[in-house]
Structures are given as structure tokens and as C-alpha cells.
């Protein structure tokens, strides 16, 4: 069984940089992609950020284009979200996940999910 755990999150202000992790244990990311998906109080979950585990592509949601950057250590089996420039609207729960395929932008692609960390952005 694999099991996916975030942590880097807190309380930062505006204009601050915080980096999340995501350590997965029980299973590789290899031939897998992986992403960060976010969900604010009151609101759906959304996409922010997917790669290839090989590292050769990487997706972004338009709101965080240019201020988050998604990578992994292979080596570690663990993704990472470097974000910087925050603002007090990507407040939320963020989740990271394993995909085996299929459109990286939705959550129904992925089978595997963190349980979350908390990114509070204060202005």
C-alpha cells in the first residue's frame, strides 16, 4: 500500500516562500506522475502543479505560474513544492498524489493522496 506524506506548511506572510514535501513509502513514483492539488475553505479541490517522475515534463495551473516549481529526488522517492512569492489567496490544504496516467489536471487521475499540510498566507 502506498502512502504519500506532506509537511513543510505553516504560516507565512505575503510575499514569503514556503517548500512542501511529499515522502512516499510502500511503493515507488517511478513510471508514475505526481501532483500537487490544493483546496481552500468552501472550495473544490484544484490542480496547481504535476510531473513526470522522470522529471521530463511539468504542469502548472495558471495561478501559480512563474512563483511555484514542482520537482523530485528519485533517489529520496519525494516531491517537492518550492513557493515563493505567496499571497494570502493560495491559502489552503495542500495534497500531493500519484498518478498512473490520464489528465494530470484532474484529481480523478490520481490513486494515491497525502493526507495534507496546511499553507496559511497572511497579507
Known amino acids: 500500500q502506498v502512502q504519500l506524506v506532506e509537511s513543510g506548511g505553516g504560516l507565512v506572510q505575503a510575499g514569503g516562500s514556503l517548500r512542501l514535501s511529499c515522502a512516499a513509502s510502500?511503493?515507488?513514483?517511478?513510471?508514475?506522475?505526481g501532483g500537487w492539488f490544493r483546496q481552500a475553505p468552501g472550495k473544490e479541490r484544484e490542480f496547481v502543479a504535476a510531473?513526470?517522475?522522470?522529471?521530463?515534463?511539468?504542469l502548472y495551473a495558471d495561478a501559480v505560474k512563474g512563483r511555484f516549481t514542482i520537482s523530485t529526488d528519485n533517489a529520496k522517492n519525494r516531491m517537492y513544492l518550492q513557493m515563493n512569492s505567496l499571497k494570502p489567496e493560495d491559502t489552503a490544504d495542500y495534497y500531493c498524489?500519484?498518478?498512473?496516467?490520464?489528465?494530470?489536471?484532474?484529481?480523478?487521475?490520481?490513486?494515491?493522496w497525502g493526507q495534507g499540510t496546511q499553507v496559511t498566507v497572511s497579507s
Open positions: 510531473i513526470m517522475w522522470s522529471g521530463v515534463g511539468t
Open positions: 510502500g511503493g515507488t513514483f517511478q513510471n508514475y506522475a
Open positions: 498524489a500519484r498518478s498512473p496516467g490520464g489528465s494530470l489536471y484532474s484529481p480523478l487521475s490520481y490513486t494515491y
